[in-house]
């Protein structure tokens, strides 16, 4: 079945840093990629997505790539900030018709000033 | 516009027992997800529901069942809960049932069994 593989974390990074977090897939066929953001004690909250292979997507300075020849989708940023300290989670929803969405473990990051 | 509003936010119940949770949909989204999220876990999907038939079920067992009302909101029921039952319980919502239609989610109910 479809799977999404997500770097452990925690990932500790001092502000202004780069940031890489590294997803990988397994799908049939060519599903949608997302990366949602969940923030202590919320629900989470749609970062960025790519719907086809080669697309970019991009939000708030963070970017992803949908690399269907790597099965990859890994989310960069710049320069972080204090602020973006949450759990990140990379998922994929298969083109099958309904809304199942499947999600990795998630990652979290912890930016010091 | 108000989003996805869940309810209760906290509960504990024990072994056992039943619980019933509550999402409301963003205003005219007429589809409703469920997912749980097991500690340091991702979600995993439960059901989707679009005009009040389930589209979709996750692989959970027979305990857990929902509904989707003709305003659009939802339940969804646990029976005989275990231990390994608490989480959070997000519920998310999208305007139609189709797969390209971004999901919202609530802040989830947690759930406590002791």
């Known amino acids: 079945g479809d799977s999404v593989t997500q770097m452990e974390g925690p990932v500790t990074l001092s502000e202004e840093a780069f940031l890489t977090i590294n997803c990988t897939y397994t799908?049939?066929?060519?599903?949608?990629l997302f990366w949602y953001v969940q923030y202590p004690g919320e629900g989470l909250q749609l970062l960025l997505k790519?719907?086809?292979?080669?697309d970019k997507g991009s939000n708030k300075g963070f970017e992803a790539t949908y690399r269907k020849e790597t099965t990859s989708f890994h989310l960069e940023k710049g320069s972080v900030q204090v602020s973006d300290s949450a759990v990140y989670f990379c998922?994929?929803?298969?083109?099958?018709?309904?809304?199942?969405?499947?999600f990795g473990t998630g990652t979290r990051l912890l930016v010091s000033p | 516009d108000a989003g996805v509003t869940q309810s209760p936010t906290h509960l504990i119940k024990t072994r056992g027992q039943h619980v019933t949770l509550r999402c409301s949909p963003i205003s005219g989204h007429k589809s409703v997800s469920w997912y749980q999220q097991v500690l340091g876990q991702g979600p995993q999907f439960i059901f989707q529901?679009?005009?009040?038939?389930?589209?979709g079920r996750g692989n959970f067992p027979d305990r857990f069942s929902a509904r989707q009302f003709p305003n659009y909101s939802s339940e969804l029921n646990v029976n005989a809960l275990l231990l390994g039952d608490s989480a959070l319980y997000l519920c998310?919502?999208?305007?139609?049932?189709?797969?390209?239609?971004?999901?919202?989610f609530g802040d989830g109910t947690r759930l406590s069994i002791l």
């Open positions: 998310a919502s999208s305007l139609t049932e189709g797969s390209n239609q971004p999901q919202h």
């Open positions: 799908a049939t066929g060519y599903p949608s």
């Open positions: 529901y679009y005009e009040k038939e389930e589209r």
């Open positions: 790519a719907t086809k292979a080669d």
């Open positions: 998922a994929l929803r298969s083109n099958t018709g309904f809304q199942k969405l499947v």
